[in-house]
T-cell receptor, first 109, second 112 residues
Framework: DAKTTQPTSMDCAEGRAANLPCNHS???????VYWYRQIHSQGPQYIIH???NNETNEMASLIITEDRKSSTLILPHATLRDTAVYYC??????????FGTGTSLTVIP | EAQVTQNPRYLITVTGKKLTVTCSQN?????MSWYRQDPGLGLRQIYY???????DKGDVPEGYKVSRKEKRNFPLILESPSPNQTSLYFC???????????FGPGTRLLVL
């Protein structure tokens, strides 16, 4: 099963880059890595996804290692509104999605 | 506006009283899914649907039923709710199964 491992919590100073790691050592060759975040108890929000190349959009950058066993989500200039739980997801057996418990990121003023 | 809607948003019920939580999306998405979220356990997938009349179990399907008779709707049915089904429930949809999922606002359920 291509499940993921993330640190339970992290802190980041406001204005600095937040680097959130994720291990997915059993990922298959055609499985994408997705990142979502959840603020309070709202519905999770899509951030970014990638297969094997690094990706960047207006919210974040995604760095995937060459062996695809891990990835890092980078929020380049964290703000207080980025305080949330961040989920790294890959597809599990069949067509399920396994969210796990995510990383609780606290941005400190 | 493109969105996923859930109803009701909050529900208090008693053990054994059948209930349905509705989910509807207006984006013509093929893939729909239900999740529950509990403290310390994160988001867990209950059921998902690849398309109309195609549904399958997720991580925690026990005690739940779903149906997908129309593309836009994916109701979650609790035939005989129990207190361990007290949770925050999210519905999600995506154009196809491995694409970006869009989540509803959540339904907070309390079973007494």
């Amino acid at each position: 099963d291509a499940k993921t491992t993330q640190p339970t919590s992290m802190d980041c100073a406001e204005g600095r880059a937040a680097n959130l790691p994720c291990n997915h050592s059993t990922i298959s060759g055609n499985e994408y890595v997705y990142w979502y975040r959840q603020i309070h108890s709202q519905g999770p929000q899509y951030i970014i996804h990638g297969l094997k190349n690094n990706e960047t959009n207006e919210m974040a950058s995604l760095i995937i290692t060459e062996d695809r066993k891990s990835s890092t989500l980078i929020l380049p200039h964290a703000t207080l509104r980025d305080t949330a739980v961040y989920y790294c997801i890959v597809r599990v057996v069949g067509n399920q999605f396994y969210f796990g418990t995510g990383t609780s990121l606290t941005v400190i003023p | 506006e493109a969105q996923v809607t859930q109803n009701p948003r909050y529900l208090i019920t008693v053990t054994g009283k059948k209930l349905t939580v509705t989910c509807s999306q207006n984006m013509n998405h093929e893939y729909m899914s239900w999740y529950r979220q509990d403290p310390g356990l994160g988001l867990r997938q209950i059921y998902y649907s690849m398309n109309v009349e195609v549904t399958d179990k997720g991580d925690v399907p026990e005690g739940y039923k779903v149906s997908r008779k129309e593309k836009r709707n994916f109701p979650l049915i609790l035939e005989s709710p129990s207190p361990n089904q007290t949770s925050l429930y999210f519905c999600a949809s995506s154009p196809r199964w491995q694409e970006t999922q869009y989540f509803g606002p959540g339904t907070r359920l309390l079973v007494l």
